[in-house]
């Protein structure tokens, strides 16, 4: 398993893009990747033939554990050696080992009589380490479960069967007592439900969102912005400049701008936590919260704070983009200061966001709504309101600080008007 990134330390099989026997070009990709941060592919460091994989599809390992086997151009078998986290040929010939064991053939469907899975060693039954979270998951006894895998290992079709059926017989297996301090059982089905496998990226966001709500004390404030100015801008320019730009110009720009020119107003926002020390950032990288069909990813915007209005459509657009085209890199994914989410887009008018991780706080901009309003000298009329949302960790930032940050980005999106520079 390759190291996918700085901080990341595991990484799970997505899929297999090439199966054992098939010839492999280097750095020809071998199998995709999911980690917290991307999905990738592994390239191969060398050519070769596979001659065995070592994961399975939907098994988590840690960054330098071996996932598949390559017999090296030229050596024939005996040169076979693990893949581990190199991304370059090596440099000298690689020690001969002893033959790869084929990795076993696709599990055939499980006979309606099927022994159940064989013992390993102390009793344990023969699987890999992702399927045992699975079943712990689950609360099924694997001992249960028929393998169909070499020596009767149970592999993750096998397990998933076993689950869809109900367990042995139709009915689940009867779960271990956990002790008081484990969490709460999972939901247990019934009849007439179906199941929806966990995607490597719905996992890990389940993970994240899981360490964002237990590391951080959550708090959140909401502001109510006019924004009938920066809707009569956005009108007047919008034709013009996607005529000229090629790229809609939505009110994400607006609202990034606002918030990033109040970041350097107060740069304790502009944070992290460390520990034993709050981690001021120098530069301002702001992630944008993007729906993609398997779930979210935060591409970062580098340097935001360097950017026109132009400029942020410009940028933002090409994130968001390429992320909904499963084209975002590692690189686009790290290094964030500070996140933006935008889920007015989908209708929201108020929302309580998580904070993403290790950052300091974030801002959901939410559906711009026209209201009747109190306007000066008491008159009622109908305006163009948005609340924004803003969670932050309060270990880092006090209700004030994060109150007084929402009045700033209030006050410039307010300020908005005709003469308001885009480039």
């Known amino acids: 398993m390759p190291q996918l990134g700085e901080s990341v330390t595991e990484g799970t099989i997505g899929h297999w893009l090439k199966k054992v026997g098939d010839h492999v070009e280097k750095y020809e990709p071998l199998c995709e990747v999911a980690t917290d941060k991307v999905n990738a ?45 190199v991304v370059a040929a090596p440099a000298t010939p690689a020690p001969s ?39 712990h998951e689950a609360g099924l006894d694997l001992a249960l479960v028929p393998g169909t895998g070499a020596d009767g290992r149970v592999t993750r079709g096998d397990f998933e069967r076993f689950q869809a059926a109900g367990g042995a017989g139709g009915s689940t297996a009867p779960q271990a007592s956990a002790p008081a301090s484990a969490a709460p059982p999972a939901a247990a089905p019934v009849a007439g439900d179906t199941f929806m496998a966990l995607t490597p990226m719905r996992r890990t966001i389940a993970e994240h969102m899981v360490r964002s709500k237990r590391e951080s004390p959550h708090a959140t404030a909401w502001f109510e912005v006019d924004m009938s100015r920066v809707v009569a801008l956005r009108k007047s320019l919008r034709a013009e400049f996607e005529a000229r730009e ?29 520990g034993d020390k709050i981690i001021l950032h120098g530069a301002i990288h702001v992630g944008l919260a993007v729906a993609v ?4 990813v935060v591409p970062v915007l580098r340097n935001a704070d360097g950017y026109s209005i132009a400029g ?53 901009m939410e559906s711009i709504v026209k209201r009747p309003v109190v306007v000066e000298g008491d008159a009622i009329a109908v305006r163009s309101m948005m609340f924004l949302s803003f969670s932050f960790d309060h270990r880092i930032l006090d209700g004030a600080t994060a109150n007084q940050y929402l009045a700033s980005v209030k006050r410039r999106l307010e300020a908005v008007g005709p003469e308001t520079q885009v480039y």
């Not at 005996?78 to 893949?83: M, Q, S």
């Not at 069909?293 to 979210?296: C, E, F, K, T």
């Open 41 to 85: 592919e592994v390239p191969s460091p060398f050519g070769g033939t596979l001659t065995a994989l070592l994961a399975e599809e939907g098994q988590t390992l840690k960054v330098g554990e071996p996932i598949c086997e390559l017999a090296e151009k030229g050596l024939g078998v005996a040169g076979a050696e693990a893949v581990g986290p």
């Open 97 to 135: 080992a002893a033959p790869a064991t084929p990795a076993p053939r696709p599990a055939p469907a499980v006979p309606a009589l099927a022994q159940p899975a064989a013992a390993g060693p102390r009793g344990r039954v023969r699987t890999s380490p992702y399927v045992r979270r699975l079943a």
């Open 246 to 274: 090629g790229v809609p110009l939505t009110y994400l720009p607006f609202v990034t701008k606002a918030a990033v020119e109040a970041l350097r107003e107060f740069p304790q926002i502009n944070a992290s936590w460390g």
């Open 293 to 296: 069909p398997d779930g979210l």
């Open 312 to 364: 942020l459509a410009r940028a933002a657009n090409d994130l968001i983009s390429r992320a909904r085209a499963g084209r975002l890199t590692l690189a686009d994914l790290e290094g964030g200061t500070f996140t933006v989410n935008n889920p007015g887009s989908y209708g929201s008018v108020f929302s309580t966001p998580l904070i993403n991780q290790p950052q300091a706080a974030i801002l959901s």
